[in-house]
């Protein structure tokens, strides 16, 4: 039509331009579809891309233990000269009084904060890429027992779950933690075998009970179904969390019993208890911390 003005095409860079846009928006919009927008530890925005919803921050944040711990099951101690053992290692109360029937127990964090929260992530709520962090963080651990772990050739036994409850969850985490810390050591050397140890009926929980109780609860609760594997040979136990001891402790014993020379223990974390009583403790109120402060000056 006459004096219509002719429609020009748009320029290529202009397109180009849009075109990106337009899939930056839909990368937005799937990132949001299938990632959380904030970090499930601390709430903070999440501004990379991965399949862990835990922000960087947080994960620096998990450090590892550090200071003087009980040189065999790796408790905090309050100065680690308090205890000495023959050989000079320091050694909590305990492990003074009887010894547990493992070599040596290590964790790569407290069980506390932000390492206990990404715990939970995979234990409570499925999501099954802490897995790959809590398997680097075992994966270390493991590290600290080479200096007594001296074995070419080790068994490896995840702690097992109760069935009834392996199904309700559809995995074990500490099966799950240990075959992502395996991928990052000799695979000629640890040779994971999460058949031979089973749970052979559920317990109560330990919390509330005292150490008596809490053996007695672990009594009998597990079983060596294939003593052959284990005849002779080191075994590597391996759990997400070692908080009395009595667990591991337990597998150890039955594991000994069926015939393995040794038994290690490594973890993702534990409770430390002084930290754990400290944390229990009533704030110091007004008054007492101003007379703490003046008997100080």
């Given at each position: 039509m006459a004096g219509s003005p002719k429609l020009l095409p748009a320029p290529a860079s202009s397109l180009s331009a849009s075109f990106?846009?337009?899939?930056?928006?839909?990368?937005?919009a799937l990132f949001a579809t299938l990632f959380p927008s904030d970090c499930r530890i601390c709430a903070a925005p999440l501004i990379n891309i991965s399949r862990l919803p835990v922000c960087e921050d947080c994960l620096a944040a998990m450090r590892p233990i550090a200071g003087g711990l009980c040189a065999i099951c790796g408790e905090r101690l309050v100065s680690p000269y308090a205890f000495s053992s023959p050989d000079h290692e320091p050694l909590c109360g305990l492990c003074r009084r009887s010894g547990p029937p493992y070599i040596k127990a290590t964790a790569y964090g407290s069980y506390d904060g932000g390492l206990r929260d990404l715990i939970h992530l995979l234990k409570y709520n499925g999501v099954r890429p802490a897995a790959n962090v809590l398997g680097r963080m075992l994966a270390e651990a493991i590290s600290h027992l080479d200096s007594v772990m001296t074995e070419d050739?080790?068994?490896?036994?995840?702690?097992?779950?109760?069935?009834?409850?392996?199904?309700?969850?559809?995995?074990?985490?500490?099966?799950?933690?240990?075959?992502?810390?395996?991928?990052?050591?000799?695979?000629?050397r640890f040779h994971l075998s999460p058949e031979v140890l089973e749970r052979t009926r559920e317990t109560q929980s330990q919390i509330g009970l005292s150490r008596h109780q809490r053996r007695e609860n672990m009594r009998g609760a597990f079983a060596v179904t294939h003593p052959g594997v284990i005849k002779d040979q080191a075994v590597l136990v391996l759990d997400d969390v070692f908080t009395t001891g009595t667990t591991v402790s337990e597998c150890a014993r039955i594991l000994r019993r069926a015939g393995a020379s040794k038994v290690y223990v490594a973890t993702v974390a534990r409770t430390l208890k002084h930290e754990a009583q400290l944390a229990q403790l009533p704030a110091p109120s007004e008054d007492s911390a101003a007379a703490m402060a003046a008997g100080a000056v």
């Amino acid at each position: 039509m006459a004096g219509s003005p002719k429609l020009l095409p748009a320029p290529a860079s202009s397109l180009s331009a849009s075109f990106f846009s337009g899939c930056n928006h839909l990368a937005a919009a799937l990132f949001a579809t299938l990632f959380p927008s904030d970090c499930r530890i601390c709430a903070a925005p999440l501004i990379n891309i991965s399949r862990l919803p835990v922000c960087e921050d947080c994960l620096a944040a998990m450090r590892p233990i550090a200071g003087g711990l009980c040189a065999i099951c790796g408790e905090r101690l309050v100065s680690p000269y308090a205890f000495s053992s023959p050989d000079h290692e320091p050694l909590c109360g305990l492990c003074r009084r009887s010894g547990p029937p493992y070599i040596k127990a290590t964790a790569y964090g407290s069980y506390d904060g932000g390492l206990r929260d990404l715990i939970h992530l995979l234990k409570y709520n499925g999501v099954r890429p802490a897995a790959n962090v809590l398997g680097r963080m075992l994966a270390e651990a493991i590290s600290h027992l080479d200096s007594v772990m001296t074995e070419d050739r080790l068994i490896v036994i995840p702690v097992p779950l109760h069935k009834k409850k392996r199904r309700a969850r559809e995995f074990n985490q500490a099966e799950t933690i240990a075959r992502a810390a395996l991928k990052l050591l000799k695979r000629d050397r640890f040779h994971l075998s999460p058949e031979v140890l089973e749970r052979t009926r559920e317990t109560q929980s330990q919390i509330g009970l005292s150490r008596h109780q809490r053996r007695e609860n672990m009594r009998g609760a597990f079983a060596v179904t294939h003593p052959g594997v284990i005849k002779d040979q080191a075994v590597l136990v391996l759990d997400d969390v070692f908080t009395t001891g009595t667990t591991v402790s337990e597998c150890a014993r039955i594991l000994r019993r069926a015939g393995a020379s040794k038994v290690y223990v490594a973890t993702v974390a534990r409770t430390l208890k002084h930290e754990a009583q400290l944390a229990q403790l009533p704030a110091p109120s007004e008054d007492s911390a101003a007379a703490m402060a003046a008997g100080a000056v």
